[in-house]
C-alpha cells in the first residue's frame, strides 16, 4: 500500500514539475511567434518527390486523414530551414517553441483535444521514425495543456491582429481597425488574473511583453483610435501595492496617466520643473545655514587660539630686541 502511494505521490509531483517548467518556457516565447510564423507562411509547398513519400508513410502510420500531407510538409520544410543556418542558435529556440505550438496545433485537430499525453506522442513518435531531423527540437517538443493552449492561442492571435494593423497602409479600406477594439477586450480580460492576488505570473509576464509590443507600435495603432491604450497590468499591481500605505495616486493622478500614458506632456512637464527648481533652492538655503551654525564654534575656537599665539610671538619678539640692545 505504501508503495503504491509513494509511486503516486512521485508521480504527482513529477507532473506537477513538468506543467511548472512548461508553463515557464512556453509563455517566455510567445513575443517571438509572430516573427516565426512569418517564415513559416513563407514556405511554398511544391509537389516534392523527397518531402511527400514521408508525409504520406507519417499519415499511413498512425491512420490519420491525408489533410495533415500539407502540415507535415510544411514541418520538415521549416525544419530545413532552422538546419540550413537561416536561424541563428538562440533563434533555433524560438523556431522549435513555435513549431512544437504548432504540432499541438495539429494533434489537437486530429485527435479531438486529447487529454492525455498518448496521441501527441504516438503523433511526434511516428514523425521521427520517418524523418529522425524533428530531433534537433527534442528539447523543446511537450504537450500543452488546454488551459495553457488556449491562452497562448489568445495572445498569439492579439500580435497577429495588431500586426494587420501596423503593416496596413490604408486602415479604412483595409478594414483592420476592429482588430485593435478585440485585442483591447482580449488584453482586459486577463487584468483580475494579473493584479493582486493573480497566480500566473509567467501569464502576466507574456501580456506584459504584449504590452511593451503595442508601445513600440502604438504610433502605427492609434491610426485607428488615437485614445487606445493597453494598460500594463504590472503597474496596476505596483499601484495596489502603493494603495496600502496611502501613497496610491490620485483619481487626477491616474486621468492624467491616462491622457498621457507616455508621461510627455510639456504643460505636467513645466510644472515638474518649476516645482523641482523651489525644492532645490530651499534646500541649498538650508544647507548653508545648517553649516554655518554647525561651523561657528569651531571657528571661534581657532580664533582664540590664533590670536593668543600671534600675541606670544610679538612678547618674544620685544624680548629678543631688548637682551640684543642691552
Do not use: W
Not at 68 to 95: H, R
Amino acid at each position: 500500500m505504501n508503495e503504491k502511494c509513494n509511486k503516486f505521490q512521485s508521480t504527482s509531483v513529477h507532473y506537477f514539475v513538468h506543467v511548472i517548467l512548461l508553463n515557464t518556457h512556453t509563455y517566455e516565447y510567445l513575443s517571438s511567434f509572430l516573427r516565426c510564423k512569418k517564415d513559416f507562411d513563407k514556405i511554398i509547398i511544391h509537389t516534392d518527390t523527397e518531402i511527400l513519400p514521408i508525409c504520406n508513410a507519417i499519415v499511413r502510420e498512425i491512420s490519420i486523414t491525408h489533410s495533415f500531407v500539407l502540415p507535415c510538409q510544411k514541418i520538415i520544410k521549416y525544419l530545413k530551414l532552422m538546419k540550413n543556418g537561416s536561424y541563428k542558435e538562440n533563434d533555433k529556440i524560438d523556431g522549435c517553441t513555435y513549431l512544437n505550438f504548432y504540432i499541438n496545433e495539429q494533434v489537437n485537430s486530429i485527435y479531438g483535444n486529447p487529454s492525455t499525453e498518448g496521441p501527441y506522442k504516438t503523433f511526434t513518435g511516428a514523425f521521427i521514425s520517418n524523418y529522425s531531423e524533428l530531433n534537433i527540437c527534442k528539447d523543446n517538443l511537450k504537450i500543452i495543456p488546454k488551459e495553457i493552449m488556449s491562452n497562448m492561442k489568445k495572445i498569439y492571435d492579439m500580435y497577429i491582429k495588431l500586426d494587420k494593423v501596423i503593416n496596413a497602409t490604408d486602415i479604412e479600406n483595409d478594414n483592420v481597425c476592429s482588430n485593435v477594439d478585440e485585442c483591447y477586450k482580449t488584453y482586459m480580460s486577463y487584468e483580475s488574473d494579473c493584479k493582486e492576488g493573480g497566480h500566473n505570473s509567467e501569464l502576466c509576464n507574456a501580456l506584459e511583453k504584449f504590452h511593451d509590443y503595442f508601445l513600440l507600435y502604438s504610433n502605427y495603432i492609434m491610426r485607428c483610435n488615437d485614445d487606445i491604450t493597453f494598460p500594463s497590468f504590472k503597474v496596476a499591481l505596483e499601484e495596489a501595492h502603493d494603495a496600502d500605505d496611502s501613497h496610491g495616486p490620485t483619481n487626477q493622478e491616474q486621468q492624467q496617466g491616462q491622457d498621457d500614458p507616455a508621461g510627455s506632456s510639456p504643460m505636467m512637464g513645466s510644472l515638474d520643473e518649476e516645482d523641482s527648481g523651489l525644492n532645490s533652492s530651499n534646500s541649498k538655503t538650508a544647507t548653508a545655514i545648517s553649516t554655518t551654525l554647525l561651523l561657528f564654534p569651531t571657528l571661534f575656537t581657532l580664533y582664540k587660539v590664533c590670536k593668543e599665539f600671534i600675541s606670544k610671538q610679538k612678547s618674544g619678539v620685544q624680548i629678543i630686541i631688548i637682551y640684543i640692545h642691552n
